[in-house]
């Protein structure tokens, strides 16, 4: 027997009719929310950064690739690291096929992450995404964005209890909790100007559920997201379910 | 020629967190119309629809393949939607489809299945999806009720006459439209839980969320007089031809 509620045709249209009206104002408030980030002041980017990519060497203003615009997804894969955070594995498995699209709106898209190139591009091949990564390790990127936290900013999260999920997460990156959580997730979006590079929007945790694609597919299910109350979470890597 | 504010961090830093709260605020939102979205009755579904698959003839309840949600997304391509000869599917369901096989293998270890439909032959499907290289499974509803019963193919009568898309009665209807329905299956009887068009399936694309990060946004207005986009594998032989 289900224990959902079953209806007719006409009542199920009443409630779908009222749900949209809701729905279309969600749109609304969302293209008002891009309108937002738009008018954010741009921020100069002054210091210089290093990338080791697959083409040498490059400058924040070099990953732009000619394009006017950059984002960058911060990957957390720092040196510790035996394989990708399984969660940032399951964005990126969504990541490559944008990449056209957004060069056609002059925007390059790629991966960055703190471990030795050697180490990402071993496990792109893994993955089979067809995206560029860089290593960002060599200079203070991560650690200027928020995205890298010390050992003393840590400790109080540290000494408490540690939630389930971030132990299974550790572990299936094939490191320690205070490895795992010394990096965090997150999207930096920059402009180039004449030369200039500026910063733009920077978002992480929840911020960055649009590019979790699955979510809003899950969201339109009968049964939703389905992870209240459970201790272990359900992603797992594409050739590991 | 920079025609857009420049800030200090700290300025840039304030800004952005009235952003947050508006954008966390937005995030919950998001959350209570899943919830509502959960809470639909759901319809049971009697009529008999038959599916051709790479496995054969599939009624809608094979369709879920072992797991108790399925979401069918309404392709259009063919019926009155040929680009042309060589070009059967539609651009912007392409672009749509082209966000899927990243998030198949996420969806079904969570136990929904996901199709796409569209009312062609079944190798005609196949030869597009070979040539974007797309490995979803794709059904073709050639000669079921199917998609009509769903709102997102229309009759010749209902062309003429204009019928309901999106929930409203539109004048003008084209022969086919966008669309996603979503379906369970509870002791063998399929029901019917949700369906969105239109821009609803906006949220199941990721680029839109890249680009409403970008500094530019998805950069279609004023000039914005067409769609921008294009097979995935179309851009640079557009561009050069543009050239």
């Known amino acids: 027997m289900t224990d959902h509620t079953v209806a007719t045709q006409e009542e199920w249209q009443k409630a779908r009719d009222a749900l949209l009206q809701d729905e279309k104002e969600l749109t609304r408030r969302n293209d008002e929310l891009a309108r937002k980030r738009r008018e954010l002041p741009w ?28 984002l960058v997804y911060h990957f957390m894969f720092g040196p510790p690291y035996t ?113 200039t590079v500026y910063r733009t929007y920077v978002t992480t945790a929840r911020g960055l559920e649009p590019a979790m694609a699955y979510y809003g597919l899950l969201d339109r299910t009968p049964l939703g997201r389905q992870e209240e109350g459970e201790a272990e979470h359900w992603l797992r890597r594409h050739d590991e379910y | 020629m920079l025609d857009h504010a420049v800030g200090t961090q700290e300025e840039w830093l304030a800004a952005s967190k009235d952003l947050l709260a508006a954008e966390k605020e937005h995030s919950r939102r998001g959350d209570e119309l899943a919830r509502r979205r ?19 003839t599939k009624t809608l309840a094979d369709l879920f393949g072992g797991r108790s949600q399925l979401l069918v ?74 998609r009509f019963d769903f709102g997102a193919a229309f009759t010749e009568e209902q062309q003429k006459n204009g019928a309901v898309y999106n929930f409203r009665h539109e004048a003008e209807v084209s022969p086919q439209r966008e669309g996603m ?17 239109a821009r609803g399936v906006e949220q199941l694309m990721g680029t839109f969320g890249y680009l409403d990060v970008s500094p530019l946004g998805r950069n279609e207005e004023p000039e914005h007089t067409g769609a921008w986009w294009h097979r995935h594998d179309e851009y640079e032989t557009l561009e050069a031809t543009a050239q």
């Open chain 2, 38 to 56: 959960r809470e639909l009755p759901w319809v049971p579904i009697d009529k008999e629809y038959a599916f051709e698959t790479n496995e054969g």
């Open chain 2, 181 to 197: 329905s979503a379906f369970i299956l509870r002791d063998g009887v399929v029901h019917h839980t949700y369906s969105t068009y």
């Open chain 1, 83 to 195: 394989a990708g955070c399984t969660v940032c594995s399951s964005i990126a498995d969504t990541l490559a096929p944008h990449v056209p699209h957004l060069q056609a709106r002059d925007t390059t898209l790629l991966l960055a992450s703190r471990a030795p190139l050697e180490n990402l591009l071993a496990y792109r091949q893994r993955m089979g995404w067809a995206i560029d990564w860089v290593s960002s390790g060599g200079s203070d990127f991560n650690r200027d964005l928020g995205l890298l936290h010390t050992e003393e900013e840590l400790k109080p999260f540290l000494d408490g209890p540690i939630p389930p999920v971030v132990e299974q997460m550790a572990q299936a990156s094939g490191t320690d909790v205070a490895g795992y959580v010394a990096e965090g997730p997150g999207l930096s979006a920059y402009a180039l100007l004449d030369g």
């Open chain 1, 43 to 70: 921020v100069k980017v002054e210091k210089s950064y290093t990338f080791e990519t697959e083409r040498g060497t490059k400058s924040l203003a070099e990953l732009f690739d000619s394009r006017s615009q950059l």
């Open chain 2, 73 to 146: 997304y309404h392709f259009m391509f063919g019926f009155g939607f040929r680009v042309d000869e060589q070009n059967p599917g539609c651009i912007g369901c392409s672009f749509v489809a082209d966000h899927f096989d990243g998030v198949v293998p996420h969806l079904n270890g969570h136990g929904v299945t996901l199709v796409a439909e569209s009312i062609a032959p079944l190798q005609q499907l196949q030869v597009y999806a070979d040539r974007m290289e797309w490995t979803f499974p794709w059904v073709s509803s050639l000669g079921s009720d199917f």
